[in-house]
């Protein structure tokens, strides 16, 4: 990182325009869409996307994820062996507020969106096969950057961790679930690699990391989940093996929805685990309301001197936009934490829009955001350089 400024980034996903949502809503369903129409708007959508990002300040820009459905459910396009659906169990959270999860189901209910809550399953083996949409998406990134000389000082292509697509995408093929995770991450590191061969930072999504203790191991001790997490951390240490660490980044969350929250694992309880990835960069979330106080974890669990931290300093589960100064306090907290300024990087808390139409934000507010982060962070520099 140059010293004296604090780059700014996000978690990737951005807001789709309507029409493009309404496309994908309509293939989720089984719909037949036109296939040339939703290319050609994904394309236009991505140019947008990097268009506003360079107006808002960003230093390292993502393509939006405007060609891909949801950051995870679209390697059922890209890999073999996955068909049907089931309903994926909600957090554990819901149940102890009835109230509460009867008005979100109303809510959800009625969006025009792709819904990750009815995941398909691994029905036959896994192999990756989407070679050609990869390069595609990577290529027109790539076109859209371009566009905009010397504007950047890095950019990033998101992919799904292997644990998020394991446990979402129920196995009912392999014999155990380690088999089966072992076979998502070799699929998977088709995209890890070729992300760093086109010269982009690799973003690895792992929510399951976290979020997987509400749900999958919310009645089992923490201490299966914290050997689930190092099992994950292990295959995505695999994929990786070849690749410079310092172009990849972690981004673990607890979900990406509004909801008490509650049940939500310690920051504490597994930061050992999660850092134990062999990657140049963590981007975790402090600006919602239940994880903000944990940056203080970083003055235990140390990175190594050649690590940074994506500090989430933007909530992307409320259209309030952030102050700068308030953007700025909380870097300065990450950089007392971290002990080194110049190993901080302004994020935000996660995706805009991790599945089309499920986003909360509208677009003119997501925009607002990111120039308040551009603000912040540079209120940030001057007071800590």
């Not at 089984?30 to 296939?35: A, F, H, K, V």
């Not at 109303?106 to 070679?131: C, D, E, H, R």
């Not at 001790?221 to 997490?229: L, R």
């Not at 979900?255 to 920051?267: A, K, M």
Request: some cysteine.
């Amino acid at each position: 990182m140059p010293t004296r400024r604090i780059l700014t980034s996000h978690a990737g996903s951005l807001p789709r325009p309507h029409s493009l949502v309404e496309l994908y809503a309509a293939r989720s369903r089984g719909e037949e869409i036109d296939e040339a129409r939703l290319a050609a708007e994904a394309e236009a959508a991505t140019h947008w996307v990097i268009d506003e990002q360079r107006k808002a300040g960003i230093d390292i820009p993502s393509d939006g994820e405007q060609v891909r459905e949801a950051f995870f459910l679209c390697v059922q396009r890209r890999m073999s062996g996955f068909g049907g659906s089931w309903e994926r169990p909600a957090g554990k959270e819901l149940t102890d507020y009835p109230e509460f999860a009867a008005v979100r189901a109303s809510a959800l209910a009625g969006k025009v969106a792709v819904s990750n809550f009815a995941p398909p399953m691994a029905i036959a083996p896994v192999a990756y096969t989407g070679q050609q949409a990869n390069a595609d998406e990577i290529a027109l990134f790539q076109t859209s950057l371009a566009r905009h000389p010397d504007a950047f000082a890095d950019a990033f292509m998101t992919a799904p961790s292997p644990g998020i697509v394991a446990m979402a995408m129920k196995n009912q093929h392999y014999a155990t679930f380690d088999e089966y995770l072992a076979k998502v991450t070799d699929a998977l590191t088709v995209e890890y690699h070729a992300a760093i061969d086109a010269g982009l930072i690799l973003q690895i999504d792992a929510p399951d990391l976290a979020l997987e203790r509400h749900i999958t191991y919310a009645d089992r001790p923490v201490e299966e989940f914290i050997d689930f997490v190092r099992r994950v951390i292990g295959e995505i240490n695999r994929a990786l093996d070849g690749i410079p660490r310092d172009r990849v980044r972690l981004h673990v969350c607890w979900g990406n929805y509004e909801s008490p929250h509650d049940q939500d694992v310690p920051l504490r309880d597994i930061a050992g685990a999660i850092l134990e990835a062999n990657v140049g960069a963590f981007m975790l979330p402090f600006a919602n309301p239940r994880h903000a106080h944990e940056i203080k974890v970083f003055r235990d669990h140390q990175l190594v001197p050649d690590q940074s931290l994506l500090v989430g300093v933007v909530d992307t589960q409320t259209n309030y936009v952030e102050h700068p100064e308030l953007i700025a306090d909380r870097l300065e907290q990450a950089a007392e934490a971290i002990g080194d300024p110049t190993r901080v990087m302004a994020g935000t808390d996660c995706g805009f829009d991790t599945s089309a139409g499920m986003g909360r934000l509208t677009a003119d507010v997501v925009w607002a955001k990111l120039r308040a982060m551009r603000e912040g962070a540079d209120i940030a520099a001057k007071r800590l350089f």
